[in-house]
């Protein structure tokens, strides 16, 4: 079996990388990726030597290098996770992420069309279906919650999963949608939540809340969702949809209280900054689908989960100062200061 993984330099396509390159040692996996300010090379680092894993810098929005990769290589299954990703960022310049999320997909799509695939895997959000409100603890998003979406980011990533639908309508391309909740853990870049929680933390610096820290989302240990991508590409059907979600529920507070006490930090960091624009107050994946037809359950707890993630992050702070010392440094200061 041989994948394209797009996005693989980014956390969750990264993350993806090892566990397949792990749990199916015989297949070949090739890792497409632009190297945005989320790819990042130390994250394949482990793998780089692994005569079955490949590396190739591309935008799969460049359709002549696109068209070049898939002619040379001739895939079995495409597994798509390049994407922009920050709501944030999608906030303060919307464009990059119509071109990459809705004309990369297409791209990709075409390519998928053009010189055959067994599967084309599209990894969607959650964030498709906009928000439930904070006092209905009782409503959670199925796979038939109409589209609703927010953020210019969330607008992207379901015009995406529009032009999966058609291609699978019109042109019977063998698609699969996955429908995530917020994932955490190893190589999440740290403009995300947890992630810029633990290193501000560790620095002694300000933890800027959004709002009050009462938004609640719905969290996933990283190997839980790649272990379902895995099982969506196997065992899944074709032209569906699955939620990947572990009902794991927290606010935004409960959530940086916890990193604090892991890291044995004083709760005086918190800060409260001005809140998101259009900010989502609450996501909860229903996941019935996935667990009735794949079987398929969350295997790390949160409380096991967040452990293993501030543990992670204390022994790999090489990978995140790198990060952090670069022009990440005026993202921050256009984004937090004066908030
Ligand atoms: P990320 O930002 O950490 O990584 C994105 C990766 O895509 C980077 O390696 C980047 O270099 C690459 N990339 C960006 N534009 C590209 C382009 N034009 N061509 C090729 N590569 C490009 O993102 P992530 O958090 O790992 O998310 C991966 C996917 O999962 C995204 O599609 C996202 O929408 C989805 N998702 C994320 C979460 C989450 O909690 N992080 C939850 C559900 C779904
Ligand atoms: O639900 C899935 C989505 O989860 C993915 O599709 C996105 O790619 C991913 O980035 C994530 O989106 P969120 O907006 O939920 O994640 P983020 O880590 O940016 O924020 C989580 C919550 O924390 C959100 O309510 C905003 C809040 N927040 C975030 C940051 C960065 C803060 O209060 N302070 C912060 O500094």
Redo the contacts with the bound molecule.
Sequence with gaps: MKIIVTGGAGFIGGNFVHYMLKEHPEYQIICLDKLTYAGNMETLEPVMDNPNFTFVKADIADRDAVYALFEKEKPDVVVNFA?E????RSITDPGIFLQTNIIGTGVLLDACRIYGIKRYHQV????VYGDLPLDRPDLFFTEETPLHTS?P??AS?ASADLLVMAYHRTYGLPTTISR????YGPYHFP????P??IANALKDKP?????K?E????WLYVEDHCRAIDMIIHKGRVGEIYNIGGHNERT?LQ??KTVLKELGKSEDLITY?TD?PG??RR?AIDPAKIHAELGWEPLTLFDEGIKKTVKWYLENREWWEHIISGDYQQYYEK??KNR
């Design positions: 994407a990703s920050h709501v944030d969607s959000t959650d964030e953020s980011y969330s990533k995530c909740s917020n994932n403009e995300k939540l947890i810029l929680m933890l800027p809340v959004y709002g820290g938004n609640v989302r719905d935004n959530v940086v900054v998101r900010h989502d996501y984004m937090y």
